[in-house]
């Protein structure tokens, strides 16, 4: 099978352009591509050069085993969680922003907000990696502390800008971290890394409803305070 041809992108298209797809084609990523991407995020600053990122590419069988043993623990409530991802209970400005998203997916799916069982079963689909060829798992060290956690964080931003600039799309994915101990059933990730989080890659399918989705942002004044005095 043919691969799309890249497209040449400027960093601020690249950036600018991310979104997290969320169905991607069949159509195989080379290795040497994938290989690339990581390599060249791998230049991601980091505390005194440390580099703490764990990358777990699975494809192939590999992949499929992954999903099938995620998924299925998925349906069972087999809910593990690597750590706290989400504050208990949310606030705003916060809780607005993630129902806007989550009403604007199930609009573009045609989910009524009422249809829970569509919504799990959209929600499932995390553990396909949306259709991807290429499923990622970052992880890291356990012992490390939270200045890792921000490199890491940096690392995975290069990923998805790179991706770009192979003509792929990304999909980051905390569903992962839910399900910890069906993930090292399926992949030999040691108990001494945490499972930060997924990700999917591959090349978007442009005909998915879903992939219309652009979600908002606030502008620059209502986050930025410019101490200028």
């Excluded at 790179?162 to 399900?179: F, I, K, N, V």
Aim: proline share 8%; glycine share 8%.
């Amino acid at each position: 099978m043919d691969h799309p041809e890249p497209k040449t992108v400027t960093v601020a298209e690249a950036i600018g352009g991310r979104r997290s797809v969320r169905r991607f084609l069949p159509t195989p990523v080379a290795m040497d591509t994938v290989r690339d991407i990581l390599q060249v995020a791998a230049r991601a600053p980091s505390g005194t050069n440390s580099q703490p990122w764990l990358v777990h590419v699975a494809t192939g069988a590999a992949r499929e085993r992954l999903c099938a043993t995620v998924e299925a623990a998925a349906r069972a409530g087999q809910r593990v969680e690597e750590y706290p991802y989400n504050p208990h209970p949310w606030f705003e400005p916060f809780i607005a922003r993630r129902r806007k998203v989550g009403f604007d997916l199930y609009a573009l799916l045609g989910i009524a907000r009422d249809d829970m069982k569509a919504r799990g079963e959209a929600a499932i689909r995390n553990f396909t990696f949306f259709g991807a060829p290429v499923g990622l798992i970052f992880t890291m060290d356990r012992r490390l502390l939270y200045g890792s956690w921000l490199d890491c964080g940096m690392y995975m931003q290069n990923v998805m800008t790179m991706a770009r600039a192979h003509g792929l799309e990304t999909c980051p994915q905390a569903a992962w971290c839910s399900y910890g101990p069906a993930v090292r059933r399926a992949l030999p990730i040691p108990p001494g890394e945490v499972i930060l989080s997924g990700m999917a890659l591959g090349y978007e399918d442009k005909s998915a409803p879903e992939n219309a989705l652009t979600t908002e942002r606030e502008p620059v004044d209502r986050f930025a305070t410019f101490h200028e005095a």
